[in-house]
C-alpha cells in the first residue's frame, strides 16, 4: 500500500517557539493531504485540507495563522504550529490520498508535540 | 450529511473470544466503505475495505461486509488475540474526488485480556 512518513515523530518545546512537521508521500504522488489533531483517548479531528499550490482549506474553529500549512510539491506538506503554547501539545497526523476515485486515505505514523 | 455512527467503547474481551464492532452509516449516494485501525502511539493504518454492496473486506483475520440494506459494516473477528488491542475507526467516503477527506466514525477503543 500507499507510505506516508512524518517527521518528526517526538518534538518537545519551549512555549512561544515554533515547530514545523513534515508530511511525505513516499511512493506516490499526493495532490492532496489532510491534517488532523487528536486528544488522548479521543477520535481524530480534521484540522485542514491541503492541496498543492493553493492555500489549505482549515476547517471551522482552526486558527489558519497558528497552524500553518504549506503544500509546496506533490509528495510534501508542512504543518508549523507558531508560537506554540502548552494547549497545542497534541498528536498530529497527516494523511493523503492518491488522484481520482473513492480510494483510502493513507495515514502518516503521527508527530506528538509536547509544549513546556 | 454524511456520518457514520460506531458502538460505543470500550470493549474488553478475553483471548480468542469473538469480536464485533458495529458500524453504520447514512450517505446520501453509495459510498466505499473502510476500516482502520490505530495501535497505542501510532497513526492509522488501513485494515480493510469494500467498494459495494455485499462486498467482503477481509485482512488479518478481520471482516466486515458491505449490508446496504442495513446501512452496515460490521467489523468481525473469530478469535482475538492481545496484539488486537488497538482502537478501531469506521470511514465511508462518496466522492470521486480525492480532495475530499473521509467520514470517519468516533473510533472504539478494544482491550483483549490474556
Known amino acids: 500500500g500507499a507510505v506516508v512518513s512524518q517527521h518528526p515523530s517526538r518534538v518537545i518545546c519551549k512555549s512561544g517557539t515554533s515547530v514545523k512537521i513534515e508530511c511525505r508521500s513516499l511512493?506516490?504522488?499526493?495532490?492532496?493531504m489532510f491534517w488532523y489533531r487528536q486528544f488522548p483517548k479521543q477520535s481524530l479531528m480534521l484540522m485542514a485540507t491541503?492541496?498543492?499550490?493553493?492555500?489549505?482549506?482549515?476547517e471551522q474553529g482552526v486558527e489558519k495563522d497558528k497552524f500553518l500549512i504549506n503544500h509546496a510539491s506533490l509528495t510534501l506538506s508542512t504543518l508549523t504550529v507558531t508560537s506554540a503554547h502548552p494547549e497545542d501539545s497534541s498528536f498530529y497526523i497527516c494523511?493523503?490520498?492518491?488522484?481520482?476515485?473513492?480510494?483510502?486515505?493513507?495515514f502518516g505514523p503521527g508527530t506528538r508535540l509536547l509544549v513546556l | 450529511g454524511d456520518s457514520v455512527t460506531q458502538m460505543e467503547g470500550p470493549v474488553t474481551l478475553s483471548e480468542e473470544a469473538f469480536l464485533t464492532i458495529n458500524c453504520t452509516y447514512t450517505?446520501?449516494?453509495?459510498?466505499?466503505l473502510f476500516w482502520y485501525v490505530q495501535y497505542p502511539g501510532e497513526g492509522l493504518q488501513l485494515l480493510l475495505k469494500?467498494?459495494?454492496?455485499?462486498d467482503k473486506g477481509s485482512n488479518k483475520g478481520f471482516e466486515a461486509t458491505y449490508r446496504k440494506e442495513t446501512t452496515s459494516f460490521h467489523l468481525e473477528k473469530g478469535s482475538v488475540q492481545v496484539s488486537d488491542s488497538a482502537v478501531y475507526f469506521c470511514?465511508?467516503?462518496?466522492?470521486?474526488?480525492?480532495?475530499?477527506?473521509?467520514?470517519f466514525g468516533k473510533g472504539t477503543r478494544l482491550s483483549v485480556i490474556a
Open positions: 469494500a467498494t459495494k454492496a455485499d
Open positions: 511512493d506516490f504522488q499526493a495532490t492532496t
Open positions: 450517505a446520501t449516494g453509495y459510498p466505499s
Open positions: 470511514a465511508l467516503s462518496l466522492t470521486n474526488s480525492g480532495n475530499t477527506p473521509l467520514v
Open positions: 491541503s492541496n498543492e499550490g493553493s492555500k489549505a482549506t482549515y
Open positions: 494523511s493523503a490520498r492518491t488522484s481520482g476515485g473513492p480510494g483510502p486515505q493513507y
